[in-house]
């Protein structure tokens, strides 16, 4: 209970910036972060072979202290413009803490050489972060003695315990999109809360701006027969005075005419492995993950595995051609 109670104010810390010095990745994020793409670069919305895609991704972290949804929706079109929807939620399991954001995202295809892309990306919409002062516990309500006593009163005040603004992102990037092809390469580079979101959740005059968020991925796809493809992939984020980086790779087996098999994993440097496993199977994407510490730096490290099941389905129009997904610029 004393750990739960630890990882609480722990986020209620970076995401109030009670403390200036004190910045870190304070966004939801996934290990998974190929279901939910528009969260790692607006620019690859619509990045599938389909005509519509929904995703849902959940992660319990910390002893399953935290909590974290995602959905999106995503539709390319024939007019250079491809359009999304994706909302998170990270909340606390008792319901101290929520962060809930909302984007609608725009990506513009029209800049290409035959079947390479450039693509320019940006997304728009709310962010809000909120506390349930009942369901804190501070300082001033444990006893010497007796231990924490929910009938003392705080002296602690929040100004607001719920703040929300306006937050804007955009990214570029790059695919090689040629059919057949051996080895596509895809790179991109985007940066998030381009407007600063600020919180102001003490006091009126204590306003702390979210940090921007800043990424860069590359990597590729090798066709190695018609059965069987590998790809690499490198991730780096910085958000504040904290940075990840992130390599891997999966295999996608060739199981049958509409079905295919992922195997993979992730190492998040200095923080954890996270090993994957998946299929398709006629337009329905299941995905499972367990990131297992791999770094004893932290003292919370005991209490930092996660687990993360995801889902996804595409579809295509009536008088579409079904095809497998291309999984090139979506890793």
Same mark, same amino acid.
């Not at 705080?154 to 703040?163: A, G, M, N, R």
């Given at each position: 209970?004393?750990?739960?109670?630890?990882?609480?104010?722990?986020?209620?810390?970076?995401a109030g910036?009670?403390?200036?010095s004190?910045?870190?990745?304070?966004?939801?994020?996934?290990?998974?972060?190929?279901?939910?793409?528009?969260?790692l670069?607006?620019?690859?919305?619509?990045?599938?072979e389909?005509?519509?895609?929904?995703s849902?991704?959940?992660?319990?972290?910390?002893?399953?202290?935290?909590?974290t949804?995602?959905?999106?929706?995503?539709?390319?079109?024939t007019?250079?413009?491809?359009?999304?929807?994706?909302?998170?939620?990270?909340?606390?399991?008792?319901?101290?803490?929520?962060y809930?954001n909302?984007?609608?995202?725009?990506?513009?295809?029209?800049?290409?050489?035959?079947?390479?892309?450039?693509?320019?990306?940006?997304? *728009?919409?709310?962010?809000?972060?909120? =506390?349930?002062?009942?369901? %804190?516990? &501070? $300082?001033?309500?444990?006893?010497?003695?007796?231990?924490?006593?929910?009938?003392?009163q705080?002296?602690?005040?929040?100004?607001?315990?719920?703040?929300s603004?306006?937050d804007?992102?955009?990214?570029?990037?790059?695919?090689?999109?040629?059919?057949?092809?051996?080895?596509?390469?895809?790179?991109?580079?985007?940066a998030f809360?381009?407007?600063?979101?600020?919180?102001?959740?003490?006091?009126?005059?204590?306003?702390?701006?979210?940090?921007?968020?800043?990424?860069?991925?590359?990597?590729?796809?090798?066709?190695?027969?018609?059965?069987f493809n590998?790809?690499?992939?490198?991730?780096?984020?910085?958000?504040g005075?904290?940075?990840?980086?992130?390599?891997g790779?999966?295999?996608?087996?060739?199981?049958?005419?509409?079905t295919?098999?992922?195997?993979?994993?992730?190492?998040?440097?200095?923080? *954890?492995?996270?090993?994957?496993?998946? =299929?398709?199977?006629?337009? %329905?994407? &299941? $995905?499972?993950?367990?990131?297992?510490t791999?770094?004893?730096?932290?003292?919370?490290?005991?209490?930092?595995?996660?687990?993360?099941?995801?889902?996804?389905?595409?579809?295509?129009?009536?008088?579409?051609?079904p095809?497998?997904?291309?999984?090139?610029?979506?890793?």
């Open positions: 209970m004393k750990n739960k109670i630890l990882h609480i104010i722990f986020a209620v810390l970076l910036g009670w403390d200036q004190l910045y870190a990745q304070v966004d939801p994020h996934f290990s998974q972060y190929f279901i939910q793409p528009m969260s670069n607006p620019a690859l919305t619509g990045a599938i389909g005509d519509y895609r929904v849902a991704v959940w992660r319990t972290q910390y002893a399953n202290t935290f909590s949804k995602g959905i999106s929706a995503e539709m390319p079109t007019k250079n413009m491809n359009f999304g929807l994706n909302i998170f939620n990270q909340s606390s399991t008792d319901g101290a803490y929520s809930t909302g984007y609608i995202s725009m990506a513009y295809t029209g800049v290409r050489f035959k079947d390479h892309y450039l693509v320019m990306g940006m997304q *728009a919409g709310m962010i809000n972060r909120r =506390f349930n002062v009942s369901k %804190l516990q &501070f $300082g001033d309500q444990w006893v010497s003695g007796v231990g924490y006593d929910p009938s003392a705080t002296t602690e005040v929040f100004y607001k315990p719920s703040v603004s306006v804007i992102s955009a990214g570029l990037a790059y695919y090689d999109a040629t059919p057949d092809k051996k080895v596509n390469v895809f790179a991109g580079v985007s809360h381009l407007t600063k979101p600020d919180g102001a959740f003490i006091s009126k005059e204590n306003k702390s701006a979210l940090p921007m968020r800043y990424s860069a991925h590359a990597g590729a796809r090798i066709m190695v027969n018609d059965f590998i790809v690499p992939n490198v991730l780096y984020m910085r958000q005075n904290v940075d990840e980086k992130m390599v790779a999966y295999l996608q087996i060739n199981a049958s005419e509409k295919d098999i992922m195997l993979g994993a992730n190492l998040r440097l200095n923080d *954890a492995l996270s090993p994957f496993a998946g =299929f398709y199977h006629k337009g %329905l994407t &299941f $995905g499972l993950s367990y990131d297992v791999a770094s004893t730096k932290n003292s919370m490290a005991i209490n930092r595995n996660s687990l993360e099941l995801s889902v996804s389905y595409t579809w295509w129009k009536k008088n579409s051609i095809t497998k997904p291309f999984y090139c610029p979506r890793f």
